[in-house]
């Protein structure tokens, strides 16, 4: 509990920085030798974070990089329980197009951050990444993951792949996924493709590009019935705030009634017959459809008073863009907010973060 908070405190997003010689270290031959010559192991997120003079505070603040000692100094001057670690330069692993070689990254990828982070402290959970490029392999490497490394799902790229996240290319993956009874995560970052490609400021790309990979995925994850295909499988989309859920069912509510394409009856999905936000507010009762938030977010009281508070999980994304200061003050002022109930914040901050990422498994 934060002591100073008075609080439990869970972070469902937090963030490692890749050490690309220890992660190169795990790849086997000819991959290896090939990555210590380029001395990089994933494709750039985007042209748009290195083609423009913009740095986030890290940068700007002349910060060290952050590694497992500075995550725990981190959790424990906030008060945070524990974390859950997502990636930072291999949220574009979606952008390798070498099958094998996405295979290669993301097992050694994933080798690291078990030995570096999950075994180093309990404080540490680990999300894996997989090589969704080929199916069949990725629905491997998850179940090496949770059951072999500790993992406690894995995280899917909103950008990048060659089709969105409802195709049954990838439906092998959520079936492992059912079987085990892990979590999946779908995360921004790459912010390409997306119609911005040309935008000389970078501030609305990185506002608009993060919620829009999470709104075309989860709307093609839902209407091609993901959830109803798999239903043990839940799904949290991160990084893209709480507005864009609220974009999402105004959107679909106006069209399902208008659009409705036609789906035989063995199919699964949203039916002609069901209103897509009831059908959008049942599976967030029954603890499969999660959102990552922050703190200050402006929409987030009437969010809650739309579908309740169990679909939100505090994200601190630390070491991202924010600082052991500035992470205090936004938790402080979200406890000291009145629009929102004591229950609402419990379940926010920690109630919701242990019913998703289910510990223990």
Same mark, same amino acid.
């Given at each position: 509990?934060?002591?100073?908070?008075?609080?439990?405190?869970?972070? /469902?997003?937090?963030?490692?920085?890749? =050490?690309?010689?220890?992660?190169?270290?795990? +790849?086997?031959?000819?991959?290896? =030798?090939?990555?210590?010559?380029?001395?990089?192991?994933?494709?750039?997120?985007?042209?748009?974070?290195?083609?423009?003079?913009?740095?986030?505070?890290?940068?700007?603040?002349?910060?060290?990089?952050?590694?497992?000692?500075?995550?725990?100094?981190?959790? =424990?001057?906030?008060?945070?329980?524990?974390?859950?670690?997502?990636?930072?330069?291999?949220?574009?692993?979606?952008?390798?197009?070498?099958?094998?070689?996405?295979?290669?990254?993301?097992?050694? *990828?994933?080798?690291?951050?078990?030995?570096?982070?999950?075994?180093?402290?309990?404080?540490?959970?680990?999300?894996?990444?997989?090589?969704?490029?080929?199916?069949?392999?990725?629905?491997?490497?998850?179940?090496?993951?949770?059951?072999?490394?500790? +993992?406690? /799902?894995?995280?899917?790229?909103?950008?990048? !792949?060659?089709?969105?996240?409802?195709?049954?290319?990838?439906?092998?993956?959520?079936?492992?996924?059912?079987?085990?009874?892990?979590?999946?995560?779908?995360?921004?970052?790459?912010?390409?493709?997306?119609?911005?490609?040309?935008?000389?400021?970078?501030?609305?790309?990185?506002?608009?590009?993060?919620?829009?990979?999470?709104?075309?995925?989860?709307? =093609?994850?839902?209407?091609?019935?993901?959830?109803?295909?798999?239903?043990?499988?839940?799904?949290?989309?991160?990084?893209?705030?709480?507005?864009?859920?609220? !974009?999402?069912?105004?959107?679909?509510?106006?069209?399902?009634?208008?659009?409705?394409?036609?789906?035989?009856?063995?199919?699964?999905?949203?039916?002609?017959?069901?209103?897509?936000?009831? *059908?959008?507010?049942?599976?967030?009762?029954?603890?499969?459809?999660?959102?990552?938030?922050?703190?200050?977010?402006?929409?987030?009281?009437?969010?809650?008073?739309?579908?309740?508070?169990?679909?939100?999980?505090?994200?601190?994304?630390?070491?991202?863009?924010?600082?052991?200061?500035?992470?205090?003050?936004?938790?402080?002022?979200?406890?000291?907010?009145?629009?929102?109930?004591?229950?609402?914040?419990?379940?926010?901050?920690?109630?919701?973060?242990?019913?998703?990422?289910?510990?223990?498994?």
């Amino acid at each position: 509990m934060s002591a100073n908070l008075g609080t439990r405190i869970i972070d /469902g997003d937090g963030h490692i920085i890749e =050490d690309n010689k220890g992660i190169i270290d795990h +790849m086997d031959s000819p991959y290896r =030798d090939i990555a210590a010559r380029k001395g990089v192991v994933f494709p750039p997120l985007d042209h748009l974070h290195s083609g423009r003079a913009v740095e986030t505070p890290p940068q700007r603040d002349q910060r060290a990089p952050v590694g497992p000692k500075g995550w725990l100094e981190f959790l =424990d001057d906030v008060g945070i329980d524990w974390t859950v670690l997502y990636p930072t330069v291999a949220l574009a692993y979606g952008k390798i197009v070498s099958l094998d070689y996405a295979v290669a990254s993301s097992k050694a *990828y994933n080798d690291w951050l078990s030995e570096t982070y999950v075994n180093y402290n309990p404080c540490f959970k680990g999300m894996a990444i997989l090589p969704m490029q080929d199916p069949q392999e990725a629905a491997k490497e998850l179940r090496r993951a949770v059951t072999e490394l500790g +993992m406690l /799902g894995a995280m899917m790229p909103s950008n990048g !792949l060659a089709h969105p996240l409802g195709s049954k290319a990838y439906w092998p993956v959520y079936q492992e996924a059912n079987r085990l009874g892990c979590c999946l995560a779908v995360h921004g970052g790459a912010h390409d493709r997306f119609g911005m490609d040309h935008m000389n400021m970078y501030v609305p790309v990185h506002a608009l590009g993060h919620p829009w990979g999470l709104t075309i995925n989860c709307a =093609d994850i839902l209407y091609n019935g993901i959830f109803d295909r798999f239903p043990k499988v839940r799904i949290a989309f991160l990084e893209g705030g709480v507005a864009w859920l609220l !974009l999402l069912l105004e959107r679909l509510h106006a069209s399902h009634e208008t659009h409705f394409q036609h789906i035989p009856p063995s199919e699964f999905g949203i039916r002609e017959e069901d209103e897509p936000s009831g *059908y959008i507010k049942k599976l967030i009762n029954d603890d499969r459809f999660y959102l990552g938030i922050e703190t200050e977010e402006l929409t987030l009281p009437f969010a809650i008073k739309l579908v309740g508070n169990k679909p939100f999980l505090y994200s601190s994304d630390f070491p991202h863009e924010v600082s052991h200061e500035s992470c205090k003050h936004d938790l402080g002022e979200l406890m000291e907010s009145n629009e929102i109930t004591a229950e609402d914040k419990a379940g926010m901050l920690w109630r919701n973060a242990e019913t998703f990422y289910k510990l223990p498994l």
